[in-house]
């Protein structure tokens, strides 16, 4: 039986969590979100790029000339950063009756202006449609304002209509301005070379947006990043990590300061031979110590330890129910 009460005072000690030092704990806790983040990285990483591995590399270069975002918005991806000061997003896109390719990029534009191919069937856009200093590209591409002299002295510069030129690459693109923004749109994802392609496009809208900003009025624009929503399930769950880690830390420091305390008073109790429930009754026992046996007599101690087994103390215990 003492063995089993020694071996049941004994297990709780060790096996208890809160005997762990704090700093140990607090380490564990960094670890454990630092293996998080990386699992849940690489979980995004891969899901990121579903559907879309082909394009690694290209959306790699994408996103550092633009420093950018990657982030998924339903089944296309998106790479939204900023290319020289202007906001810009490039989405790729597999689904049907969606572009492959759309690019948007925030523009001083004051107003409204659709460049459009000739044998696409578009009911939207301007109700006028304007000519090119270009014979050519206007055969391949209609036009459409509803502001025309303003899209008239725009597109009169030489080097805004080489530009557009180079944006409206192919039959299946589609290029729009609006109040403070430009879109363009390719029916599928240009192959091969596609980062080159998009990083060129990327570079001529940049180039327009200078050319608007010289066109009156363009100075009460005012330009303003794309907004996203944001998924803040990451964040919440590594929040409630740390505040989880922190109380736990807080808890355990806590215990140990008790623990320290209840050690000092049993130390002190050890040293004064006095039970802490025993000094209340015990009138000026400060200052005083329970007898030690070599307080005792000498033959009266020799005498006693032969008469039972146990230690010689002043202390005695009793049962005093009976008197």
Not at 134 to 141: I, K, S
Not at 216 to 222: I, M, S, T
Not at 232 to 241: D, E, F, G, N, P
């Amino acid at each position: 039986m003492r063995a089993d009460c020694d071996m049941m005072r004994r297990n709780p000690g060790s096996l208890s969590f809160m005997n762990t030092h704090p700093l140990t704990i607090v380490l564990g806790i960094v670890a454990l979100v630092a293996a998080l983040g990386i699992v849940i990285s690489l979980i995004r990483a891969s899901a990121l790029m579903r559907g879309y591995e082909d394009l690694r590399n290209e959306v790699g270069a994408l996103s550092k000339k633009l420093k950018a975002d990657v982030f998924r918005d339903g089944d296309d991806l998106v790479v939204s950063g900023y290319h020289g000061k202007l906001p810009a997003v490039v989405r790729f896109s597999y689904a049907d009756n969606t572009p492959g390719l759309n690019i948007r990029m925030k523009a001083p534009s004051t107003f409204a202006l659709s460049i459009v191919p000739k044998t696409a069937q578009v009911s939207e856009g301007g109700r006028v449609a304007v000519r090119t200093a270009d014979e050519m590209f206007d055969a391949r591409f209609v036009t459409r304002t509803d502001q025309p002299t303003q899209a008239k002295m725009f597109l009169s510069g030489k080097q805004t209509l080489a530009q557009l030129q180079k944006l409206c690459c192919s039959s299946k693109t589609f290029l729009t301005m609006s109040n403070g923004n430009m879109e363009l749109s390719e029916l599928v994802i240009p192959s091969p070379y596609t980062d080159r392609h998009i990083s060129d496009h990327l570079d001529s809208l940049l180039r327009v947006a200078a050319a608007l900003g010289q066109m009156p009025g363009a100075d009460a624009v005012k330009i303003t990043a794309y907004q996203r929503e944001k998924n803040y399930v990451l964040r919440t769950s590594i929040a409630v990590l740390i505040i989880t880690g922190i109380l736990v830390v807080v808890s355990a420091i806590r215990d140990r300061q008790q623990e320290s305390a209840a050690s000092t008073a049993g130390a002190e109790v050890f040293n004064s031979g006095i039970a802490p429930k025993d000094e209340p009754r015990i009138a000026g026992a400060e200052g005083w110590r329970a007898a030690q046996a070599s307080d005792f007599d000498t033959a009266a101690v020799a005498w006693l330890s032969g008469q039972h087994r146990g230690e010689i103390s002043g202390r005695f215990e009793g049962m005093f129910a009976g008197l």
